[in-house]
């Protein structure tokens, strides 16, 4: 079983819909969670980073950790062509990230 | 200009050659990373170094080395590769000095094909 899963997608969306992304983790240890953005051709982009269970926001991206069901999510308001991209979650355990495979995201015009 | 500067951005190469990937920061941050990345599998760490004078094996290392020439410096060499290395490589840093749990900051990435 892997450390961290994502569905990888792909996922198509109209624009301004309400997009809702996805991770399950095993390792209760994880204290420390990241959502990164990547478009085509380029690394990871840090998006959000949160400690704590519950949620977080930045502008139109809101990041949800429920320790207890060890799943995260990150939610993207009033979708926009420019979010198109694949997105990574990722752990913090001891030394070591954990990121997951990645979910592509489409956002039609 | 970028943060963290990964050459080249694309290399084709064939079998058994020895080949080197650079990675160089200006962030002035102590920790490096090289990943690498394929379909469905994500990022699997290669090798890291938390200093100069510090370097640690990841979860594939094998068939691969490092050198960390400065605190601003990674290299990542294969050494004979091999059609399997073929994928998008990246370099990425971190900076404990505000606590451990730090994200990491990634370069544009290397993509390396074998033949």
């Known amino acids: ?109 | 200009d970028a943060d963290v500067t990964q050459t080249p951005r694309n290399r084709i190469t064939k079998t058994g050659k020895r080949i080197m990937l650079e990675c160089s920061q200006t962030k002035g941050h102590d920790r490096m990373y090289w990943y690498r990345q394929d379909p469905g599998l994500g990022l699997r760490l290669i090798y890291y170094s938390f200093d100069v004078k510090d370097i640690n094996k990841g979860e594939i290392s094998d068939g691969y080395s490092v050198s960390r020439q400065a605190q601003a410096k990674f290299s990542l060499s294969l050494e004979s590769a091999i059609p399997n290395q073929t994928a998008l490589y990246f370099c990425a840093t971190s900076d404990p000095s505000g606590g451990e749990n730090q994200p990491q900051h990634f370069g544009d990435g290397t993509r390396l094909s074998i033949l």
Not at chain 1, 14 to 42: D, H
Not at chain 1, 53 to 68: M, P
Not at chain 1, 77 to 106: E, V, W
């Open chain 1, 1 to 109: 079983q892997k450390e961290v899963e994502q569905d990888p997608g792909p996922l198509s969306v109209p624009e301004g819909a309400i997009v809702s992304l996805n991770c399950t983790y095993s390792n209760s240890a994880f204290q420390y969670f990241m959502w990164y953005r990547q478009y085509s051709r380029k690394g990871p982009e840090l998006l959000m980073y949160t400690y704590s269970s519950g949620n977080k926001e930045d502008g139109r991206f809101t990041a949800q950790v429920d320790k207890s069901s060890k799943y995260i999510s990150l939610f993207i308001r009033d979708s926009q062509p420019s979010d198109s991209a694949t997105y990574l979650c990722a752990m913090k355990g001891f030394n070591k990230f954990y990121f997951g495979s990645g979910t592509k995201l489409n956002v039609k015009p």
